[in-house]
């Protein structure tokens, strides 16, 4: 290396030859060279390497492409070597493309995660005497690759753990798997993702196509899809189209869905019709349901969800179906103490619903299911909060009745 561009870098990281003494790591820098304390430093910044076999090569003649990489680094260490920098603007060009690249490619992928624990306790037909407790653990593991600058590649493992048995459970379940985003004005998924969207009609995961257009304001959803996998009210064999207006505007919010089956549902077919699970077969349902949001003040909201059903009723039940909620305030995982609380009133005969979010029981068996809900929800520390529920719900054909508590306490990571 030549003396003045050793020294130029020296002295831009406030070095000068005869600032300390310190142990320098090459072997052929001898103690009594002018350079030696400028190189110790040098090397001890990061800015020097030498050769990877002790030796500094001092005598060697420095490419351009090797003096730029020393540059490079000084600056990053915020040395003020503008005159070098102009000297090998075109070396440090090419330098700072591959490094940029290289940190690019770095950050293609990322990863988030959640742990959940939870404990829930049932009295069946309102009876303390038959009581049900599970307790349980489930971890998902989300990611995201960008595959270029309008799409990315997303997926979701999971793992469930029974805390009540002798038994390990294992199995790592890769829940979602799809692609998404922007062809022409819309954005496009394509593949298993979880769909909520309207939670008291369907929650689950579905395959297939997901489209939408428009903006937060107000948007349109189409979605032509099967189960991802067998579930109580819907099958994988068959096709669930899902067609959804939604918007926001001020206080408000909204939604319209159509959710039309072709050989998907379960539908009994002999006997007592529609409830009669024991001799169900696959077939069609049509729900439409509509649902409004307002906040009546900043800390309080109201919402009512509307269901109809337009194939298969039961007059014992009817076709109609709703949902009533108040929200008081909201928890948020970044602000410790925060909290929200939340009461729902529900009135959901089982034609009126695929796979709904509910804890309570269903009574998929009976006809549906109405009762209420108290829920709160805090936030204990940063990412660490918790929630208790509890549901009490009688079946619309019958007498049953279940009251069920849930506890669970959440680790965002």
């Given at each position: 290396?030549?003396?003045?561009?050793?020294?130029?870098?020296?002295?831009?990281?406030?070095?000068?030859?005869s600032?300390?003494?310190?142990?320098?790591?090459?072997?052929?820098?001898?103690?009594?060279?002018?350079?030696?304390?400028?190189?110790?430093?040098?090397?001890?910044?990061?800015?020097?390497?030498?050769?990877?076999?002790?030796?500094?090569?001092?005598?060697?003649?420095?490419?351009?492409?090797?003096?730029?990489?020393?540059?490079?680094?000084?600056?990053?260490?915020?040395?003020?070597?503008?005159?070098?920098?102009?000297?090998?603007?075109?070396?440090?060009?090419?330098?700072?493309?591959?490094?940029?690249?290289?940190?690019?490619?770095?950050?293609?992928?990322?990863?988030?995660?959640?742990?959940?624990?939870?404990y829930?306790?049932?009295?069946?037909?309102?009876?303390?005497?038959?009581?049900?407790?599970?307790?349980?653990?489930?971890?998902?593991?989300?990611?995201?690759?960008?595959?270029?600058?309008?799409?990315?590649?997303?997926?979701?493992?999971?793992?469930?753990?029974?805390?009540?048995?002798?038994?390990?459970?294992?199995?790592?379940?890769?829940?979602?798997?799809?692609v998404?985003?922007?062809?022409?004005?819309?954005?496009?998924?394509?593949?298993?993702?979880?769909?909520?969207?309207?939670?008291?009609?369907?929650?689950?995961?579905?395959?297939?196509?997901?489209?939408?257009?428009g903006t937060?304001?107000?948007?349109?959803?189409s979605?032509?899809?099967?189960?991802?996998?067998?579930?109580?009210?819907?099958?994988?064999?068959?096709?669930?189209?899902?067609?959804?207006?939604?918007?926001?505007?001020?206080?408000?919010?909204?939604?319209?869905?159509?959710?039309?089956?072709?050989?998907?549902?379960?539908?009994?077919?002999?006997?007592?019709?529609?409830?009669?699970?024991?001799?169900?077969?696959?077939?069609?349902?049509?729900?439409?349901?509509?649902?409004?949001?307002?906040?009546i003040?900043?800390?309080?909201?109201?919402?009512?969800?509307?269901?109809?059903?337009?194939?298969?009723?039961?007059?014992?039940?009817g076709?109609?179906?709703?949902?009533?909620?108040?929200?008081?305030?909201?928890?948020?995982?970044?602000?410790?103490?925060?909290?929200?609380l939340?009461?729902?009133?529900?009135?959901?005969?089982?034609?009126?619903?695929?796979?709904?979010t509910?804890?309570?029981?269903?009574?998929?068996?009976?006809?549906?299911?109405?009762?209420?809900?108290?829920?709160?929800?805090?936030?204990?520390a940063?990412?660490?909060?918790?929630?208790?529920?509890?549901?009490?719900?009688?079946?619309?054909?019958?007498?049953?009745?279940?009251?069920?508590?849930?506890?669970?306490?959440?680790?965002?990571?």
């Amino acid at each position: 290396m030549e003396k003045t561009l050793l020294a130029a870098v020296a002295l831009s990281l406030g070095i000068t030859a005869s600032a300390y003494a310190a142990a320098n790591p090459f072997s052929d820098v001898p103690a009594g060279h002018w350079a030696y304390d400028s190189i110790a430093k040098l090397a001890a910044a990061g800015v020097v390497e030498g050769y990877g076999d002790t030796t500094f090569g001092g005598d060697k003649l420095m490419t351009r492409y090797e003096m730029a990489q020393i540059v490079a680094r000084a600056m990053a260490k915020g040395a003020k070597v503008d005159k070098l920098a102009a000297e090998f603007a075109d070396e440090l060009d090419n330098l700072g493309v591959r490094v940029a690249n290289l940190e690019k490619k770095s950050d293609n992928i990322h990863f988030w995660g959640q742990l959940r624990t939870r404990y829930e306790r049932w009295d069946r037909s309102g009876d303390k005497r038959d009581q049900h407790d599970v307790s349980g653990g489930r971890t998902r593991i989300w990611g995201e690759g960008k595959i270029n600058d309008s799409w990315t590649y997303n997926l979701m493992l999971q793992n469930e753990q029974i805390f009540s048995n002798n038994t390990g459970e294992e199995e790592i379940q890769f829940k979602r798997a799809y692609v998404q985003g922007r062809l022409g004005g819309m954005t496009v998924r394509a593949g298993r993702w979880g769909e909520d969207i309207s939670p008291m009609v369907i929650d689950t995961h579905l395959e297939g196509l997901k489209f939408t257009y428009g903006t937060n304001k107000l948007n349109f959803t189409s979605m032509f899809t099967k189960a991802a996998g067998p579930h109580s009210t819907l099958t994988s064999s068959g096709r669930l189209n899902i067609f959804g207006l939604a918007g926001n505007y001020d206080r408000s919010n909204f939604f319209v869905n159509y959710y039309n089956t072709n050989n998907a549902a379960v539908v009994a077919v002999e006997k007592n019709g529609w409830y009669d699970w024991d001799n169900s077969t696959k077939g069609d349902k049509d729900i439409f349901n509509v649902g409004i949001g307002y906040k009546i003040t900043p800390t309080v909201r109201l919402f009512g969800e509307y269901m109809r059903s337009v194939k298969d009723e039961d007059a014992r039940v009817g076709s109609n179906g709703y949902v009533a909620r108040i929200e008081y305030k909201g928890h948020d995982v970044n602000k410790p103490g925060s909290f929200g609380l939340v009461a729902n009133y529900y009135n959901q005969p089982s034609n009126t619903f695929f796979i709904p979010t509910i804890s309570a029981n269903r009574f998929l068996f009976n006809g549906g299911f109405e009762g209420w809900n108290i829920g709160a929800k805090y936030t204990f520390a940063k990412n660490i909060y918790g929630l208790i529920d509890y549901f009490d719900t009688d079946s619309k054909i019958g007498d049953n009745r279940d009251k069920v508590l849930v506890t669970e306490v959440y680790f965002l990571f």
